[in-house]
């Protein structure tokens, strides 16, 4: 796969400063902005954000009657799924599979820059490792500019909240408790006009997801080492180490670990995309045809980008509250962060633990991706390089070290505890 390491950089580095999606402002794409301070205080939300709170926890906007947005983008699981299913339940019987994992709403929101795929003018620069990755937009693929879009996918998506159309949406929330308080803020005929009307309850949401605190609190304990309120232990230290090193796991390549622009806190991602070859997901029904491979960028679901190169990219996410989740990758292949780990730095060393075999009995490598196209797949950039049989970069120990530390990224860490001779000091 073309998108090195340092052409991420380059990716990154032209971001820097570069515009940022609906009512983020002005302040750099990638790093978070100044850590806010902790508070238990009540949030105080516009107008518009009280309403697409309630919209959000509503269950019935849905189909069903009993999905909301909280159903799948949980508070207490740090706006991700609340369960390890590959792919959440939905439609209008509740029996409905998507066909990818629901990532985390966390900590994105608000500094997601917009997509981008700067391209150089000739094939063999494309080619290289000097063209820059692709950038940014929300989803696994990047499809959505703004949070008002991104809002509305679920909605209408008939394996979610399975609304028929904008109308049937509409018709519910003229039947919701909060319907005169809709009125009352966007216009007493605001249903009267459909096409504006829905464009504010999109709004609505959006202004919910960027003011309310609960998306990005910056409670973690490796939020409170930044600000040196408490010490990692030596395991965690160790952890963060291998996760760092450029010859070894390399993690801080797309799932950027240092702090930002005055000192603020990392997001764990640099928003880029890349094809990790992630195994076949039988779990997941659409599976069951041979012929489907979500091939990320360039399809299904995103219909705009032709380029082949880009088959089989999905987007780094951010891995903060990753220890708490329950599924992970694009297409829930791994229930356990150690699993995920394990591939990571065996996928090479030790293919055949990982990939099923064809009938010629050999390890049928890169399985959830055309033939044609496994060639995307990333082999250039530490520890993607490995060949079969060799050592992988990380033993069980370094397993369970680098899982250590990314469980300090987990929100919600009492700084208060009392907890005698403290594991926080070595």
């Not at 622009?261 to 764990?268: K, T």
């Not at 990982?354 to 055309?370: R, S, T």
Request: glycine fraction near 8%; charged fraction near 25%.
């Amino acid at each position: 796969m073309r998108f090195t390491a340092r052409a991420r950089r380059i990716a990154l580095a032209a971001l820097m400063g570069g515009a940022l999606l609906g009512g983020a402002g002005g302040a750099p794409a990638v790093t978070s902005g100044p850590t806010p301070p902790s508070t238990d205080a009540k949030p105080i939300y516009s107008d518009a954000a009280a309403l697409g709170k309630l919209m959000f926890f509503d269950p019935a906007l849905s189909g069903s009657g009993k999905m909301s947005c909280a159903s799948c983008h949980s508070p207490e699981h740090a706006y991700g799924p609340p369960n390890g299913l590959a792919a959440q339940l939905g439609g209008a019987d509740l029996r409905q599979q998507g066909t990818r994992a629901v990532p985390s709403l966390r900590y994105v929101l608000n500094r997601t820059p917009i997509w981008t795929h700067a391209q150089a003018a000739s094939l063999s620069e494309r080619l290289s490792e000097t063209d820059n990755a692709p950038v940014g937009g929300f989803g696994w693929d990047g499809r959505f500019n703004h949070l008002h879009e991104q809002a509305s996918f679920p909605l209408f998506d008939p394996n979610e909240m399975a609304n028929k159309d904008p109308a049937a949406l509409l018709a519910k929330m003229q039947r919701a408790p909060y319907a005169t308080r809709f009125k009352e803020v966007f216009g007493e005929n605001i249903f009267a006009d459909p096409s504006k009307a829905f464009a504010q309850a999109m709004y609505a949401i959006e202004r919910f997801e960027l003011e309310d605190p609960s998306f990005h609190p910056y409670t973690s304990k490796f939020d409170y080492y930044l600000d040196g309120k408490v010490q990692l232990t030596p395991q965690e230290l160790h952890g963060k180490k291998l996760f760092e090193d450029p010859a070894g796991g390399n993690c801080a390549s797309c799932h950027i670990d240092q702090p930002g622009v005055n000192g603020a806190h990392p997001l764990f991602t640099d928003f880029n995309f890349q094809a990790l070859g992630v195994p076949r997901n039988a779990e997941l029904k659409v599976n069951a045809d041979p012929k489907y491979f979500d091939m990320g960028l360039c399809g299904p679901l995103r219909k705009d980008q032709s380029d082949k190169l880009n088959c089989g990219l999905f987007k780094s996410v951010s891995l903060r509250n990753t220890a708490t989740r329950q599924v992970f990758f694009h297409n829930g292949r791994f229930h356990t962060l150690k699993d995920a780990l394990r591939f990571y730095v065996q996928r090479d060393t030790n293919p055949d633990k990982w990939y099923p075999k064809d009938a010629q009995g050999k390890v049928d490598k890169f399985n959830d991706l055309p033939v044609a196209l496994r060639v995307n797949v990333d082999t250039t950039d530490e520890p993607l390089t490995r060949k079969a049989g060799e050592r992988p970069i990380w033993s069980e120990r370094d397993i369970d070290d680098v899982a250590a530390f990314l469980a300090t990224l987990t929100d919600g860490y009492d700084l208060k505890r009392k907890t005698g001779k403290s594991s926080d000091h070595p």
